[in-house]
C-alpha cells in the first residue's frame, strides 16, 4: 500500500489518465502523542475532498471514491508508524499512498489529474541520497536527505552478511589443514600454504561484497537514481570500491563504521559529505538558465513557458517549491486558464507544467524561493528558439 517514492512512481501517477484525481497531503508525526492527532487531521481533509467532490459527482461516486480514504482513516497500524508527512492519491481502481521523510503542506484537491509537486520535489537527486553501510556483518541501506535519513528495507537478494554469501567458506573455526582423499588414519595432514583463514576470510568479504554490490545497484540505485554514499571502515571502502560496478556510487563518503553513530550523527555527517556536491549541481542549473536566458533561449513568463511546455521545446524547468499558482493549462495551445483554488477542477498551474515538460522529455527542478532565479516561480530553458 506504500510504495517507493522513485521516478517511476512519479510518471505513473503524471501519466494517468482519468477524472476525478483526489490528491491529498498532510504532515504527520512519528511519535507519541504528536501523531495522536494525524488521523483527526487527515479526516478534516477528506471531508473538504468530499465537499469538492459533491458538486460533481452523484451520491454513489462520492462514496465509491472516497472508500479507500476511510479505510485508511480507520486502520491504526498504519498511524502508528508515520514519518513526516503523507500523500494519498485515489481515481476510480487507483490508491497509492506514500509516508514522506519531509513535511508538506496540508492539501485537498479534487482536478483531471493528480497534484505530484511535493512528490517531485522529493526526487531531487541533487538534495537526496542512498546511504550505504557496510562491514563483513551487516549492511544496511539508507535513504533521504539534509533533514531525514531513514533506513529502508534491502532487497532480499542482497545477502546480510559475508556468511550468507553464496559459496562463502563453512563458518565452523578454520583449523588450518585439510585432509585429501586417498590419506587415511595415521598420515599427517596437509596444511594449506596461501594464508590459511585470512585467505578465506577476504574472499567470503569479497564475495559478500559483489552480492551487496548487485543487488544494490539492480534493486535500489538504478530505480531511484539517487547518488549512493559508501560509510564503512577505510579497508572496506578500498575492496568495496575495486570491485563496485555501480554509477551511482559518489567519489566522497564516510569513513566510519555506520553502526559506530547514532541515527542524527549519521544524517548530519552524511550530508556534510554531500552538500558541496549538492550546490555545484544547484549553481550548474542557475549558471545554465541565466547563460540561455541571455542567448534568447530562457524565459521566466509563464505565458511564454506555458506555450513551449505544449511545444515539446522546454528542455529544463526550474519551478519554486512554494509557489501555487491556480488554473489549468490548455493542451493543445498552452493557453493558461486561470481558475479559483475553491473550484473543483482547478490544480497548480505550476505543477501542471512539470508533468507537461517530463512527458515532452524534458527535465525539471524543484527549488527553494530563496534559489529561483526572477521572482515568477519559475525559469526554463529552450531546446531551439
Not at 97 to 117: C, G, I, M, N, W
Request: hydrophobic share 40%; aromatic share 6%.
Amino acid at each position: 500500500m506504500t510504495p517507493v517514492i522513485t521516478p517511476q512512481a512519479l510518471a505513473e501517477l503524471t501519466a494517468f489518465h482519468g477524472h476525478p484525481c483526489l490528491s491529498l497531503y498532510q504532515p504527520t508525526h512519528r511519535h507519541h502523542p504528536e501523531n495522536q492527532q494525524d488521523p483527526l487531521r487527515f479526516r478534516q481533509l477528506v471531508k473538504a475532498l468530499e465537499t469538492s467532490l459533491r458538486q460533481q459527482q452523484e451520491d454513489d461516486a462520492v462514496r465509491s471514491l472516497l472508500a479507500p480514504f476511510e479505510a485508511l482513516a480507520g486502520d491504526a497500524q498504519f498511524w502508528n508508524h508515520t514519518l513526516d508527512g503523507l500523500a494519498v492519491m485515489v481515481a476510480a481502481d487507483f490508491f497509492r499512498v506514500y509516508r514522506l521523510q519531509r513535511p508538506v503542506a496540508e492539501l485537498a484537491v479534487v482536478a483531471d489529474s493528480f497534484h505530484t509537486k511535493p512528490l517531485r520535489r522529493m526526487l531531487q537527486t541533487g538534495g537526496r541520497l542512498q546511504l550505504l553501510g557496510l562491514n563483513r556483518h551487516r549492511v544496511q541501506l539508507f535513504e533521504g536527505d539534509r533533514d531525514a535519513l531513514d533506513e529502508i528495507e534491502l532487497t532480499p537478494e542482497a545477502p546480510a552478511t559475508a556468511d550468507d554469501t553464496p559459496g562463502a567458506a563453512p563458518s565452523e573455526p578454520y583449523r588450518g589443514v585439510s585432509s585429501h582423499g586417498g590419506i587415511g588414519a595415521g598420515h599427517a595432514a596437509l596444511h594449506h600454504g596461501q594464508g590459511g583463514r585470512k585467505d578465506e576470510t577476504d574472499d567470503d568479504t569479497e564475495r559478500f561484497f559483489r552480492a551487496v554490490d548487485r543487488a544494490v545497484l539492480a534493486q535500489h540505485s538504478r530505480p531511484s537514481g539517487l547518488p549512493l554514499m559508501l560509510a564503512a571502515l577505510p579497508g572496506h571502502h578500498h575492496l568495496f570500491r575495486q570491485i563496485s560496478h555501480n554509477p551511482f556510487l559518489m567519489a566522497d563518503g564516510l569513513t566510519v563504521n555506520p553502526e559506530a553513530l547514532d541515527a542524527d550523527t549519521l544524517r548530519e555527517r552524511a550530508w556534510q559529505a554531500a552538500e558541496p556536491a549538492y550546490e555545484a549541481r544547484t549553481a550548474a542549473w542557475l549558471d545554465a538558465y541565466g547563460a540561455a536566458a541571455a542567448a534568447g533561449l530562457g524565459s521566466g513568463d509563464l505565458a511564454t513557458v506555458a506555450r513551449a511546455a505544449v511545444a515539446g521545446r522546454v528542455d529544463t524547468l526550474l519551478i519554486e517549491a512554494d509557489r501555487e499558482l491556480s488554473g489549468r493549462i490548455d493542451p493543445t495551445t498552452g493557453r493558461i486558464d486561470e481558475a479559483d483554488l475553491d473550484n473543483p477542477r482547478a490544480d497548480d498551474v505550476l505543477d501542471h507544467l512539470g508533468a507537461w515538460v517530463e512527458r515532452m522529455g524534458g527535465v525539471v527542478h524543484v527549488l527553494d524561493t530563496a534559489r529561483m532565479p526572477g521572482s515568477t516561480g519559475l525559469a526554463a530553458t529552450f531546446r531551439h528558439a
